[in-house]
């Protein structure tokens, strides 16, 4: 038994074949990732260890990294991961290598924390509903998540009952709902406070889980006037909303989308409040990663040393800092803000850059050192789902290529003789531990394959503060860039599968070329006319790159309320040649190129 270990809700869980369980959590069916798997797997590999472009053997190369390391200070040593692969041992345990020896670490921020935080100051917990809970209800909305194409499995769930979208554009999965509503950039709280007003005016709120009292206290500092003009909707859209809510009774699926944008926090933790005020308990679902009980935290080595932390927004913005990156389950120079800054540090000899990866990815192009990787088919590991309660034992079904997560992180400790109990204990054992709050062993998990997760933290009662003031929620006044997955591809990955997509931005007003600048740059770009608001610029997550640069690379991202970076920010459309307006011959003007 296998599982996907890639950043996505739906996990899906194959058998040693690799074709999708046809029991839950997969139901017989997968993505068009899922189905080349195999086939990527034998593409674009990094198949030797290699230094500034030359094969080598892999113990020079760590040697090498390791007399690095033994010249620089420990805090100018950064080292990046992410979720490139949700693997116990790819992902979270190599890190105690880089947390003992005093490293820094990014605060892995980049795509859910804002939420994921905004959340818990309300419930204690972002635990949302389960999948059996998601089948009890008769309908659904979806705010910012264009899950027709991201949450495969949610949206069969509920193809068949009513739904609701909200976003800021005629998303697919708006097009496909029965109800949509297309609200200004960074509105969603301003939304969410006036369904509130709306629920308590006509008697729909419940007092079961929500002080209604200090709820309609802080909703009497917002006028309804200010906030349909925030939302650019009108009173009569809203109070639909609102009756549609009260009837359905929906269970509302945030989006990561809302973390990142404008009032991001306040947004997601505002949306997640509304089936409390109508007196539904678990009636939202944002993630369930820090429910299932699995002590990452232990799994790091952070149970024994706090390391110091660097917002993954702000990573390209703070090379001078560090003199060693290293990366591995990640694509920085593509991913991160700024990521094109990389390129430029290690290419001018500013930064030395360390790649353990699988394949040949932008940010293992340049660097100084590469180490081939294993993928998840070739190696054992434990898989968890942010969406679905199973935990799974990977089996390998693909002959092994290059070493894993825990071989390099132990070949390192080793040449720079590195002697802790933190180092030494045994990875599976450290898994054991991680694991136990969810009741399951290794032994257990090993012999069985898959085991069903109890959740230990369940929202409950919700509380009404934080809650923003006026003053607290601004609004972008120009252009906002918005991203949203594309069905072939998971952020930088499969282009070996499905080809590289250059950077084009759709537009509700600009065609032909131009530039994209941002706080953090500029880049040149396509431009498509569609059907979109006049303040949305909208691209694929997989379309990042135009003449080696990503789109990312103009992001400058400032922190929202929780921490989170905001991604979804203001930029600005230069054309190329640009808008000219002339006088014609009656006194008025006319525009040329």
């Not at 990527?40 to 053997?57: F, I, P, T």
């Not at 629920?199 to 002080?211: H, N």
Request: with cysteine; aromatic share 10%.
């Amino acid at each position: 038994m296998i599982a996907c270990t890639r950043d996505c809700y739906d996990t899906c869980v194959f058998n040693e074949e690799y074709q999708p369980l046809k029991d839950e959590p997969t139901f017989g069916f997968t993505c068009s990732r899922g189905r080349t798997d195999l086939r990527r797997n034998e593409m674009n590999r990094v198949d030797s260890a290699y230094l500034e472009g030359k094969q080598v053997d892999l113990r020079q190369a760590i040697s090498l990294i390791a007399r690095k390391m033994r010249e620089v200070k420990p805090e100018e040593i950064l080292h990046v991961e992410y979720d490139g692969n949700q693997g116990l041992l790819t992902w979270y345990y190599p890190a105690r290598l880089w947390n003992l020896i005093g490293a820094f670490s990014t605060d892995y921020s980049i795509c859910s924390l804002e939420g994921h935080e905004g959340i818990k100051a309300h419930y204690g917990t972002s635990m949302g509903a389960l999948p059996e809970d998601m089948e009890g209800f008769s309908s659904v909305a979806f705010w910012g998540s264009e899950a027709v194409f991201s949450f495969i499995h949610g949206w069969r769930m509920f193809k068949d009952k009513y739904k609701i979208t909200i976003d800021v554009r005629m998303s697919e999965t708006a097009k496909r709902s029965e109800k949509a509503y297309v609200i200004r950039p960074g509105s969603d709280a301003h939304l969410a406070i006036a369904l509130m007003k709306i629920f308590l005016e006509q008697g729909y709120a419940k007092p079961d889980l929500v002080d209604l009292e200090l709820l309609r206290r802080r909703l009497d500092l917002f006028d309804m006037d200010y906030l349909l003009n925030a939302v650019n909707l009108e009173e009569d859209q809203v109070r639909e909303l609102a009756d549609l809510y009260a009837y359905y009774r929906p269970l509302t699926v945030i989006g990561f989308a809302i973390g990142r944008s404008w009032n991001g926090g306040h947004s997601a933790g505002l949306i997640s409040l509304l089936p409390a005020v109508l007196g539904i308990k678990r009636g939202f679902y944002y993630s369930n990663s820090g429910g299932w009980g699995i002590d990452f935290q232990y799994l790091r080595g952070t149970h024994f040393i706090q390391p110091k932390t660097i917002g993954m927004g702000e990573v390209g913005y703070n090379l001078d800092r560090f003199k060693i990156l290293f990366v591995w389950n990640s694509n920085p120079v593509v991913t991160l803000p700024g990521g094109d800054r990389i390129r430029e540090a290690v290419e001018s000899g500013k930064l030395f850059l360390v790649v353990h990866d699988p394949f040949w990815s932008e940010t293992a192009k340049v660097a100084n050192v590469v180490i081939p990787g294993a993928t998840f088919l070739e190696k054992e590991d434990v898989v968890y789902s942010y969406w679905h309660p199973y935990l799974v034992y990977n089996t390998p079904i693909r002959p092994k290529r290059g070493v894993t997560e825990v071989e390099l992180m132990r070949m390192i400790s080793k040449e720079l003789e590195l002697s802790h109990p933190l180092l030494e204990e045994d990875p599976w054992d450290a898994v054991n531990v991680a694991i136990r709050k969810t009741g399951i062993t290794i032994e257990e998990l090993k012999r069985k394959g898959m085991v069903k997760m109890k959740p230990v933290t369940s929202p409950g009662r919700a509380n009404v503060d934080p809650f923003p003031s006026p003053q607290e929620l601004d609004l972008p006044r120009g252009e906002v860039l918005v991203f949203s997955a594309h069905p072939n591809y998971t952020n930088s990955q499969f282009t070996e599968v499905y080809g590289k997509r250059e950077a084009v931005i759709y537009s509700g007003k600009y065609e032909g070329e131009g530039f994209l600048e941002g706080r953090g740059g500029r880049i040149r770009v396509k431009l498509v006319k569609g059907d979109l608001p006049e303040n949305v610029l909208f691209v694929y997550k997989s379309s990042l790159l135009s003449e080696g640069k990503s789109i990312n690379s103009v992001l400058k991202p400032p922190r929202n309320r929780f921490g989170g970076p905001r991604l979804n920010d203001e930029v600005r459309i230069i054309l190329d040649p640009p808008i000219r307006f002339e006088p014609d011959i009656t006194g008025r003007s006319h525009s040329s190129t």
